[in-house]
Nanobody, 121 residues
């Protein structure tokens, strides 16, 4: 099991910024499976926010495009999520999930404990 630890959550007002950090254990292998940020708002289902793979190719949910930026420093085993122009709809617990393959499919993840982001008006 690879340890995954998120940090950087907090409370901000609408329009503010926050940077989340995800540190994964050094035994983790970065691959095309990638590392992802998910979020889960109170009473709602978990949703994929952003993902990044070994060559730094990034993808974003439509709801955060232009506002969030994912990046990584593989030498430091660290993945970031820069969150700008935050909206109340961004309020959620944010989880980092480090993907790995089983049976040649990228369908498994090592999960962090989550970090709370609260955006108020």
């Amino acid at each position: 099991q690879v340890q995954v630890v998120e940090s950087g959550g907090g409370s901000v007002q609408v329009g503010g910024s926050l940077k989340l950090t995800c540190v994964v254990g050094q035994e983790y292998h970065f691959t095309t499976c990638g590392v992802e940020w998910y979020r889960q708002a109170q009473g709602k289902e978990r949703e994929l926010v952003s993902s990044i793979i070994i060559d730094d190719t990034a993808e974003y949910a439509d709801s955060v495009k232009g506002r969030f930026t994912i990046s990584q420093d593989r030498a430091k085993y660290t993945i970031y999520l820069q969150m700008d122009n935050l909206k109340t709809e961004d309020t959620a617990v944010y989880f980092c999930a480090a993907g790995y393959s089983r049976r040649n499919k990228c369908d498994s993840h090592y999960w962090g404990q989550g970090t709370q982001v609260t955006v108020s008006s």
